[in-house]
Nanobody, 125 residues
Framework: VQLQASGGGLVQAGGSLRLSCTAS????????MGWFRQAPGKEREFVAG????????VYGDSVKGRFTISKSNMKSTVWLQMNSLKPEDTAVYFC???????????????????WGQGTLVTVSS
């Protein structure tokens, strides 16, 4: 069972990227899914989360209105559409899943028990 993140790359400020996270070995239907990022020298930061059942979403303050998380249970895939990218969005982006209840803290990385390997996003000014 693993999560495979992809779609990172180099993009100019103002551009867009779409990250994908595919689960192998299991379906994601029973798991809340999240995206986090970590820039060099900084702590891991919550980006977005999506509820396993009703698809409700939550976003970090720094990405609200620019990023969108979505998923397909059939494809066992979660996406992060990133628009209006800024140099401060540069980071390694990780997807993660949790079987814990939503109220356990979807924004807390400690809530998640399975992580992907990360994909690098670099935004040039």
């Amino acid at each position: 069972v693993q999560l495979q993140a992809s779609g990172g790359g180099l993009v100019q400020a103002g551009g867009s990227l779409r990250l994908s996270c595919t689960a192998s070995g299991r379906t994601i239907v029973n798991y809340h899914m999240g995206w986090f990022r970590q820039a060099p020298g900084k702590e891991r930061e919550f980006v977005a989360g999506i509820h396993r059942s009703d698809g409700s979403t939550v976003y970090g303050d720094s990405v609200k209105g620019r990023f969108t998380i979505s998923k397909s249970n059939m494809k066992s895939t979660v996406w992060l559409q990133m628009n209006s990218l800024k140099p401060e969005d540069t980071a390694v982006y990780f997807c993660a899943s949790t079987s814990r209840v939503w109220s356990a803290g979807v924004t807390n990385p400690g809530t998640y028990n399975l992580w992907g390997q990360g994909t690098l996003v670099t935004v040039s000014s």
